[in-house]
């Protein structure tokens, strides 16, 4: 007798542990996109510092970033709503993120390097960016990228924008002898540079718009962009289902005039800033 209760109560777990793989828990589901279609829930990691990208006021960020990934994860669904959980996604655990599974994605200001595609799987680019120099209005000293020579930059933590100024190709670009200061994040980049502990905060210039249209006049943008920033959503590494998926999500978000209306509600009318007009070519999944 107790034997046959202990085989009807294995019986019991094992069909609970199958209804579970089929639609149940998040382990059933081997892609993002298969999550968002069969979960309807989804989360997704984001900065919650960044004005006008992504900024935490409320119950939830606000911003470019966070509209795209919204327009993208109701593509995924077949235009079904999904519930998205955010998550706060800052430079320095975006990939640690999306290897132990605390996010499914990542659209935070992602640029797609090299280096980063050998731990993360890129869907994209949905937009490019082009890395420029914010400095106090005030300041005549600063023009261009080469006057940061001998100039205290900023060095956020888990960026690499501060490699364009001080390293040589293939990792950098100018190769300029400058001092950097380290901060945890950009906002801090943005208040030593007000607090007058900083020159310049150097960085993609959607990012540095952002500030300088938060601070209201205080900073200047040079509009003098020397890279493209190629911005990413970032998958765990191998997932090319929904990698492929976001390919096809960003060209027919460009192609219906949504990217644009987008671009245009978060940095219309900002003094210098070029946005993109077109879809950026898709970087492939492989």
Known sequence: MHMRRMGAALSIAALVAGLAACGGGDESYSTVVDKVQGAGKIVVGTKWDQPSLGLKKGAEPEGFDVD?????????AGGKDVEIEWKESASSNREPFLANGTVDLVV?????????????TFGGPYVIAHQDV?????????????????????????????????????????????TTV?????????????????????????????????????????????????????????????????????KK????????????????????????????????CA
């Open 108 to 120: 935070a200001t992602y640029s797609i390097t090299e280096e980063r595609k050998g731990k993360v």
């Open 68 to 76: 795209v990934a919204k327009a993208l994860v109701k593509e995924l």
């Open 182 to 250: 380290d901060a945890a994040n950009y906002s801090e980049c943005v208040q030593k540079l007000g607090g007058s502990n900083l020159d310049a905060v150097t960085t993609d210039d959607l990012i540095l718009a952002g500030f300088a249209k938060q601070a209201g006049g205080n900073f200047k943008v040079l509009g003098q962009g020397f890279t493209d920033e190629k911005y990413g959503v970032g998958l765990k590494k191998g997932d090319t289902k929904t990698c492929e998926a976001v390919n096809t999500a960003v």
């Open 253 to 284: 978000l460009w192609d219906d005039g949504t990217m644009k209306q987008l671009l245009d509600k978060w940095f219309g009318g900002i003094e210098g800033l070029k946005v993109s007009e077109a879809a950026p070519p898709a970087e492939g």
């Open 134 to 178: 914010m400095v106090r209005k005030d300041d005549t000293s600063i023009n261009t990228p080469q006057d940061l020579k001998g100039k205290k930059i900023c060095k956020a933590a888990g960026s690499n924008s501060y490699k364009r100024i001080t390293d040589p190709p293939p990792d950098g670009e100018l190769d300029l002898d400058a």
